[in-house]
């Protein structure tokens, strides 16, 4: 296949005058670097277009690929990640992971608890602050956990996090609302064990790759898995792969992760991010369904690696989920044509 490569370069925006926060969860070159050599592994032609106007630029003068390999983030608004889906989507040109509604869903965390709470997932009560006057209104016991609601790569996310009386919970919402001009999401802490599931393939045919247990070390940035910690987690964090034999919890993190994954509607691969409660009961927390791709230092790779699969392996997972919509646009392409020439009859 001839395969275009659609992401945000964090170089580039960096250079436009953005900001490290702002430009936190775009890629590497070496991730672009990483995907071209894996897809010509697989005997894949590739070409790099780049941001959601690049890709703008390149559907108007009539390009066209058999598939786009899209893991552009955006920039702009809460719905910024369905952006290039939607595009494509209208020019009926098939892609990896997720669809728009999928994408501009779970990019907000209090929407997509929502969703899997109605579906029978565990998660831990919440409470959405779209103002500082909401706080008034939460009805939760401490200790609590705030975060940005539209926010990925544990942005806004710190020690401070982690909220024990009511004047951190003041002043870490107000600090949050400020900085990220978005609602806060505000819920239950978990006090237990940490996991990210990653899963290759859709619906039903879904499956777990491996499961990792997230375990700071000392220096790391105490409980939660942050944007520091994230970000130099080859010194500040350890990665156990998890089994589900004879192990209760992981193996009931992997079944709460597929059923989140299946009642939102994820596809072609993805993580999911769950912490056990004070009982031991994984809940879910959110899920990723626009993993990071680099092979060393993002959280589905290394898994993958983990667990025995290559990054090559991984990428033709991704690949076998997202085939059979290729063959549907293919079928549809022929249809407008046949179409088109009925209707411009020579």
Same mark, same amino acid.
């Given at each position: 296949?001839?395969?275009?490569?659609?992401f945000?370069?964090r170089q580039?925006?960096? $250079?436009?005058?953005?900001?490290?926060d702002?430009?936190?969860?775009?890629d590497?070159?070496?991730?672009?670097?990483?995907?071209?050599? !894996?897809?010509? *592994? @697989?005997g894949?032609?590739?070409?790099?277009i780049? *941001?959601?106007?690049? +890709?703008?630029?390149?559907?108007a003068?009539? %390009?066209?690929w &058999?598939?786009?390999?899209?893991?552009a983030?955006? +920039?702009?608004?809460?719905?910024?990640?369905?952006?290039?889906?939607?595009?494509? %989507?209208?020019?009926?040109?098939?892609?990896t992971?997720?669809?728009?509604?999928?994408?501009?869903?779970?990019?907000?965390?209090?929407?997509?608890?929502?969703?899997?709470?109605?579906?029978?997932?565990?998660t831990?009560?919440f409470?959405?602050?779209?103002?500082?006057?909401d706080?008034q209104?939460? %009805? +939760?016991?401490?200790?609590?956990?705030?975060?940005?609601?539209?926010?990925?790569?544990?942005?806004?996310?710190?020690?401070?996090?982690?909220i024990?009386?009511?004047?951190?919970?003041?002043s870490?919402?107000?600090? @949050?609302?400020?900085?990220?001009d978005?609602?806060?999401?505000?819920?239950?802490?978990?006090?237990?064990?940490?996991f990210?599931?990653?899963?290759?393939?859709?619906?039903?045919?879904?499956?777990?790759?491996?499961? @990792?247990?997230?375990?700071?070390?000392?220096?790391?940035? !105490?409980?939660?898995?942050?944007?520091?910690?994230?970000?130099?987690?080859e010194?500040?964090?350890?990665?156990? @792969?998890?089994?589900?034999?004879?192990?209760?919890q992981?193996?009931?993190a992997?079944?709460?992760?597929?059923?989140?994954?299946r009642?939102?509607?994820?596809? &072609?691969?993805?993580?999911? &991010?769950?912490?056990?409660d004070?009982?031991?009961?994984?809940?879910?927390m959110?899920?990723?369904?626009? $993993?990071?791709?680099?092979p060393? *230092?993002? &959280?589905?790779?290394?898994?993958?690696?983990?667990a025995?699969?290559?990054y090559?392996?991984?990428?033709?997972?991704?690949?076998?989920?997202a085939?059979?919509?290729? $063959?549907? $646009?293919?079928?549809?392409?022929?249809?407008?044509?046949?179409?088109?020439?009925?209707?411009?009859?020579?």
């Amino acid at each position: 296949m001839h395969i275009g490569l659609t992401f945000d370069l964090r170089q580039e925006y960096l $250079a436009a005058g953005f900001s490290d926060d702002e430009t936190a969860e775009f890629d590497r070159i070496s991730t672009v670097e990483a995907l071209e050599q !894996a897809l010509a *592994h @697989l005997g894949h032609t590739t070409d790099r277009i780049g *941001h959601v106007h690049q +890709l703008v630029r390149r559907l108007a003068v009539g %390009d066209e690929w &058999d598939l786009v390999f899209n893991i552009a983030e955006g +920039l702009e608004g809460i719905a910024r990640e369905a952006q290039v889906p939607a595009l494509l %989507d209208a020019y009926g040109i098939a892609y990896t992971f997720s669809d728009p509604l999928v994408l501009a869903l779970t990019l907000h965390k209090g929407l997509t608890k929502t969703v899997v709470r109605a579906g029978g997932v565990p998660t831990p009560a919440f409470a959405l602050v779209h103002k500082q006057q909401d706080l008034q209104h939460i %009805d +939760l016991p401490f200790p609590l956990f705030a975060k940005p609601v539209a926010e990925g790569t544990g942005k806004g996310i710190t020690s401070a996090s982690k909220i024990n009386d009511a004047g951190a919970l003041q002043s870490v919402v107000g600090n @949050l609302l400020e900085e990220y001009d978005q609602p806060v999401l505000v819920e239950t802490y978990l006090p237990g064990r940490e996991f990210t599931v990653g899963i290759l393939g859709s619906g039903q045919s879904a499956r777990v790759v491996a499961t @990792l247990e997230i375990q700071l070390l000392a220096g790391a940035e !105490a409980g939660a898995y942050s944007y520091v910690n994230k970000e130099r987690c080859e010194d500040l964090v350890e990665y156990h @792969l998890g089994r589900a034999e004879g192990d209760a919890q992981v193996a009931a993190a992997e079944r709460v992760a597929l059923d989140a994954w299946r009642i939102l509607g994820c596809r &072609d691969g993805g993580r999911v &991010d769950l912490r056990c409660d004070a009982e031991g009961v994984p809940n879910f927390m959110e899920v990723n369904p626009l $993993a990071g791709l680099h092979p060393e *230092h993002s &959280d589905l790779p290394i898994l993958a690696a983990k667990a025995g699969v290559s990054y090559v392996e991984l990428i033709r997972g991704i690949l076998a989920s997202a085939e059979p919509r290729v $063959a549907i $646009a293919n079928r549809s392409k022929a249809r407008r044509f046949r179409s088109n020439e009925s209707c411009h009859p020579s």
